[in-house]
């Protein structure tokens, strides 16, 4: 079964430092999306990603956030100059359509902690 | 802007029993969709049940239902013949359509039920 597949699972960095989130999306799936979960808080919507350009972001997604699709696979959320509060866990998704009318399948999530 | 309730941080029931978990939401768009989503302890997000604002009939898939009620902006999830591995969180989710013009919308959670099987 096809899946959201992203690396690393588990991501340790210093306070200051810029990270980058690799999420690779189900092959034929166009829309693509980064949520964030902080311990025991919601899922919160970041970013969508379609046609190789940001379709709707949140207001969590600043200027500290920015996502790429560098090679047609691969799904990034870069992180510049972290904070404390920016750990959390990073969800990946993707999707055939944008109206969620098919499913969104998630990976497995990464775990940012910002030391 | 939408929002989404649920009002039951954790629940607790034994195996076999059914449980119900409420959800409400708050939106002036008429065309949306509503999902659960399930996250057991590895924190995978699991789609269980989605529906669609405008079909009346309530969406089941094997034990879970749902009980949508359009008018009251309530959405909420029945699990029958609970079992062990349906421990887990659980999110209520919305999202508005688009209609035809592409583009893509994000999901708003709700903060989550935690709902524990008791063997």
């Known amino acids: 079964e096809p899946e959201v597949t992203q690396t690393p699972s588990h991501q340790v960095t210093q306070m200051g430092q810029e990270v980058i989130l690799r999420c690779v999306p189900i092959?034929?799936?166009?829309?693509f999306y980064w949520y964030r979960q902080i311990l025991g808080q919601k899922v919160e919507f970041l970013v969508s990603?379609?046609?190789?350009?940001?379709?709707?972001k949140s207001e969590i997604f600043d200027d500290q956030f920015s996502v790429e699709r560098p090679d047609g696979s691969n799904f990034t959320l870069k992180i510049r100059s972290t904070k404390l509060e920016d750990s959390a866990m990073y969800f990946c998704?993707?999707?055939?359509?944008?109206?969620?009318?098919?499913?969104?399948?998630f990976g497995q999530g990464t775990r940012l902690t910002v030391v | 802007a939408q929002t989404v309730t649920q009002s039951q941080p954790e629940m607790s029931v034994q195996e076999a029993e059914t449980v119900t978990l409420s959800c409400t939401y708050d939106?002036?768009?008429?065309?949306?969709?509503l999902f659960w989503y399930k996250q057991p302890p590895s924190r995978q997000m699991i789609l269980v049940i989605r529906?669609?604002?405008?079909?009346?009939q309530n969406a089941t898939e094997n034990r879970f239902s749902v009980n949508f009620q359009k008018a009251a902006k309530s959405f909420s999830l029945k699990i029958s013949d609970s079992q062990l591995g349906d421990t887990a969180m659980y999110f209520c989710?919305?999202?508005?359509?688009?209609?035809?013009?592409?583009?893509?919308?994000?999901?708003?959670f709700g903060k989550g039920t935690h709902l524990i099987i008791q063997p």
């Open positions: 939106t002036s768009e008429n065309n949306y969709y």
């Open positions: 998704a993707s999707g055939v359509t944008g109206s969620m009318n098919t499913e969104a399948f």
């Open positions: 990603f379609y046609n190789n350009e940001i379709s709707e």
């Open positions: 092959s034929n799936h166009l829309y």
């Open positions: 989710a919305f999202m508005k359509h688009l209609g035809t013009g592409g583009g893509a919308d994000g999901l708003t």
């Open positions: 529906q669609e604002a405008y079909k009346q």
